[in-house]
Structure formats: C-alpha cells, structure tokens
C-alpha cells in the first residue's frame, strides 16, 4: 500500500495509465508509486540524487500528463482570457505559451500555470481546472472551455543535454525555439508539439504526444547517441529542483481562492490565512497594469500602492544540522525526509512568537542543504532578530535556525 501526496492510501488496481506507463514501469528500479491526480506514476526510479543531478547536468524525461488540461475556444476566447488574465492575453502570438496567474476579485491567486495559444481562437491552460469559475465569468461571451487532459501526454524533456536529443530524435533542428514558444515535429511516426518549457528552471522542452504513441516516442527519445546520460525522473526529484527554480504549486505553497478548490484535508494548507495574491508568492513581476481591466485589477493595484502589505516569499534554508544533533542527542537515528515536505506547513518563530510559516522544504543535493519557501510579512527584517523552524517529530517539536535569502536558488540557465 502506498500513499498520494495527500496523504489518502492508494489502491494500485485503480489508478489511471498514462501514455508512458508502460515505460517507466520498466525504468522503475526502486518500485515506488503514488499517484497524481488519479494516475499512477513513479515517486522514484534510480533514485532522487541521480535523477535531480540529470536535469541539472544531462538530461532527464518526466511524465506530465496528469496535468488538468483545460480546451478555450471560440471567437471570444482571447478576450475572455484577458479579463481573467493579469498579462496582456493580446500579445499571445500563435505558438506562443504565457506563465500567468489567475486572480479573484480580491487579487488573490486561483492558480497559476502555463496558457498555450494554439490558433487564433483556441488556448489550452495547464494547471487546474476552474469549471466554476470560468462559468462565473464568461459574462455571455462567445466562449467554450472544456477538460482536455486526455487528448495527449505531456512528456517533460529537460536538462543540458535536452537539445541533443530532441534534435536527433526528430531529425529536425531547434536551436532557433525561442523560449515559451512552441513548434510542430516528428519523431518516428508520430506528430509532436515541442514546447521550449518546463517546470524545472534548465534548459528543456515539453513534448505534447498522440496518446497511442507513447512508449514509440519515449524510446525513440532514449535510443539517441545524446540520451548516454538520460535519466527517467520520478515527482520526488522534479519537486525539489523545481523548489530550487523557485517555482510554487497550488495547494502547496498557497491556497487556491476561487469556487474551484481541492477538498481541504484537516492537516492541508486550507484557509484564508494561506490565501495569497500574486506579489506574496512572488509573481509580482506577471501583473500588467498597464491593461485597463481585468479581474482582481483593483485589489492589486491598491496593494501594490500600499507600502508593506501583506507577506513575501523568501528562499529559506535551514539549519540541518541542529536537528541532526538534536536526534543525535537522544541517542536517535536522524530521520530528515529527502523528499519535499507538503503538509502541513512547517512554523516559523522568532523569540517564541509565530512570524510566518515554511512550505516545500526537502533536501536540495545541488546546494547541499535543505531548503524551501518562506512565507513572511512584507515588513519582516530578515537579516534582524534569530528565527526558527518548528520542526514535529512523533508529537514532539525540534528547532533549529534559518537564513532567508532571495529566489530563486538556483537562477535560471535556459540558453
């Protein structure tokens, strides 16, 4: 029996396949599963320093496809996205990805994720679906949304060696994909949409797959002269370098406002303590206000206005150490999970009082150190009086010391 990374046990017989399954089932090396989504996908194959160490040095090949896909058609769609929208849906061009948030009326964030633009009147969103929301919203427009999660696999191609193998493997040149646009190809007898992105902060490209083609695409990818180094990589590894990109998750690191929330679990990131607009998760930098309307404007623009409202997130790191020595103290083994910590939120103190709180901490092997998100008041002097992590253990709680820094940790290399 195993769990999902929410924590409910997994009934193996019911888990969905995805178009490359069959393929990591036979790369698994360690055997661990859990689920995304309904679907069964590996945790681990090799292992998560070998894995994590590829897409930072090599290359690596992750399964995406659970991601919730969401079809927007129809003559109104550019301006339907644009009012929901805090970036300018107009300068989308054909081919063309948007990193964006999703915004209510009070400025707090839905979900954030990636917006495709297909055609002139099709995009696809990759991230949650919003049924209820988008229904609130399209005000009569002439506008259709659908799940469309199930019409391809996305196969997450990332690391140094990314163009390598991609190029081989189509026999196509791709060194001119700008980045966040995307292009069509060819690998064996199947018809790839290339995506120059990734939710890693390398080098790479997401591979938009037939479903039928999977396993054909996937081996093709591993047979190249350039994949020597290829790793499979399972979600515990893509979780920490992507925590090392600086890059949040709904659910995670905040609450997704909105009418289309998750089912909160008693020990989940639920309440609107955790709900957060787009400058306390540091995606300020997405909200365009040069755009004359658009939901949740307002709200925004009297925060930006307001001088030390709200929180901010900040690269944390944590003492280790201090929590080895306390286990070592009580004549224990130390036990620190590798893997990235989601629920529920660590604690952050300063002289016994609560100042903020700590989300998606694991063990970083690029930076030896074990690391994670901060969440502060905007006003907290970070370089001022000692903070802690509250740190349970089997109903007692350890401590130990933390600097703050700014995000990313590792800075983006996409050349």
Request: proline share 6%.
């Amino acid at each position: 029996m195993g769990f999902d990374f929410m924590g409910d046990p997994i009934d193996r017989a019911m888990l969905v396949e995805t178009p490359f399954t069959s393929s990591l089932r036979n790369s698994n090396e360690k055997g661990v599963w859990t689920t995304w989504g309904g679907y069964g996908m590996p945790e681990t194959l090799a292992g998560i320093r070998q894995e994590a160490r590829a897409a930072r040095s090599s290359a690596m090949l992750e399964d995406k496809s659970p991601l919730v896909t969401v079809h927007i058609r129809g003559p109104d769609s550019e301006r339907f996205v644009n009012r929901l929208i805090p970036r300018d849906a107009g300068r989308i061009s054909v081919d063309h990805a948007y990193y964006t948030p999703w915004c209510d009326e009070d400025g707090k964030v839905i979900v954030e994720g990636l917006l495709f633009r297909l055609t002139k009147d099709d995009f696809f969103l990759t991230s949650c679906a919003m049924d209820r929301w988008f229904n609130q919203q399209r005000q009569g427009m002439d506008v259709g949304f659908e799940d469309a999660t199930d019409r391809f696999g996305i196969l997450a191609l990332q690391g140094p060696d990314s163009l390598a193998v991609l190029e081989e493997a189509t026999g196509q040149r791709w060194s001119d994909l700008r980045f966040s646009r995307g292009r069509r190809g060819r690998i064996g007898a199947a018809d790839v949409h290339v995506w120059r992105t990734g939710f890693t902060g390398v080098k790479g490209y997401e591979l938009w797959v037939p479903p039928a083609a999977g396993d054909e695409v996937w081996n093709a990818l591993a047979a190249t002269r350039a994949a020597e180094a290829l790793e499979p990589c399972g979600t515990a590894a893509q979780d920490i370098v992507r925590v090392e990109a600086g890059l949040v998750l709904p659910a995670i690191d905040y609450a997704r406002a909105g009418p289309d929330t998750v089912k909160a679990h008693s020990y989940g990131l639920a309440g609107a303590e955790y709900f957060a607009s787009p400058f306390e998760i540091d995606l300020g930098r997405f909200v365009d206000f040069s755009k004359p309307d658009f939901v949740g404007r307002d709200a925004l623009r009297s925060e930006s206005r307001t001088t030390g409202s709200g929180r901010r997130m900040r690269a944390l790191r944590i003492a280790w150490r201090e929590l080895v020595e306390a286990f070592l103290a009580r004549d224990e083994l130390p036990l620190i999970d590798e893997t990235v910590r989601r629920f529920p939120p660590l604690e952050l103190t300063s002289e016994g009082a609560r100042v903020g709180y700590a989300t998606s901490v694991g063990w970083s092997h690029a930076l030896k150190d074990m690391i994670g998100f901060a969440h502060l008041p905007a006003t907290f002097p970070i370089d001022g009086e000692p903070v802690q992590v509250r740190w349970p253990d089997d109903g007692r709680v350890l401590a130990a010391g933390v600097r703050f820094g700014p995000l990313p940790f590792i800075r983006p290399n996409r050349k």
